[in-house]
T-cell receptor, first 109, second 114 residues
Framework: EDQVTQSPEALRLQEGESSSLNCSYTVSGLRGLFWYRQDPGKGPEFLFTLYSAGEEKEKERLKATLTKKESFLHITAPKPEDSATYLCAVLAGYQKVTFGTGTKLQVIP | EAGVAQSPRYKIIEKRQSVAFWCNPISGHATLYWYQQILGQGPKLLIQFQNNGVVDDSQLPKDRFSAERLKGVDSTLKIQPAKLEDSAVYLC????????????FGPGTRLTVL
């Protein structure tokens, strides 16, 4: 069974304090890994797609990386508006999508 | 461009009642997904449509849940009868093509079953 585990469950940072979120996965035949941001009361918002080990994507203060067993979402000098739940999801096999439980990030001014 | 529309936004029902949710995807998006998100958990895929055909419904509790996508555009998800454990947010998402690519999510419908 495909498994996606995100850590930590919750993270509290001071504004400007850089950190990383982890997404580890156990799947058969990874076809893609995706990062989403979800604000309270809203649907997830797409951030990145990574397809192969070694790939990196950047967007503003966020950088996503992928290895054969895990992905990291690096947040550089976060701001309070970066506070949200960050979800990763994997696509494996025939169109099967599995989401992790998310990391709730709080950035304190 | 207009986003994914869902209605209603909130619904409260008694157990054993039935309920239906509606989703209108982004125009031109061939693939439509329904997810269930229980509080504190990640979204769980219930069903995926490619145009008006079902691609994956392996996690849909078919004894009580049903979904259809008429004419390959908007979709409805129905629960009949509802159970307490169905309390969750039901998210609809759409994407452009057959390959899994960027999904656009609607705001969700929050269902409370009493």
């Amino acid at each position: 069974e495909d498994q996606v585990t995100q850590s930590p469950e919750a993270l509290r940072l001071q504004e400007g304090e850089s950190s990383s979120l982890n997404c580890s996965y156990t799947v058969s035949g990874l076809r893609g890994l995706f990062w989403y941001r979800q604000d309270p009361g809203k649907g997830p918002e797409f951030l990145f797609t990574l397809y192969s080990a070694g790939e990196e994507k950047e967007k503003e203060r966020l950088k996503a990386t992928l290895t054969k067993k895990e992905s990291f979402l690096h947040i550089t000098a976060p701001k309070p508006e970066d506070s949200a739940t960050y979800l990763c999801a994997v696509l494996a096999g025939y169109q099967k999508v599995t989401f992790g439980t998310g990391t709730k990030l709080q950035v304190i001014p | 461009e207009a986003g994914v529309a869902q209605s209603p936004r909130y619904k409260i029902i008694e157990k054993r009642q039935s309920v239906a949710f509606w989703c209108n995807p982004i125009s031109g998006h061939a693939t439509l997904y329904w997810y269930q998100q229980i509080l504190g958990q990640g979204p769980k895929l219930l069903i995926q449509f490619q145009n008006n055909g079902v691609v994956d419904d392996s996690q849909l509790p078919k004894d009580r849940f049903s979904a259809e996508r008429l004419k390959g555009v908007d979709s409805t998800l129905k629960i009949q009868p509802a159970k307490l454990e169905d309390s969750a947010v039901y998210l609809c998402a759409s994407s452009l093509g057959t390959r899994y690519n960027e999904q656009f999510f609607g705001p969700g419908t929050r269902l409370t079953v009493l």
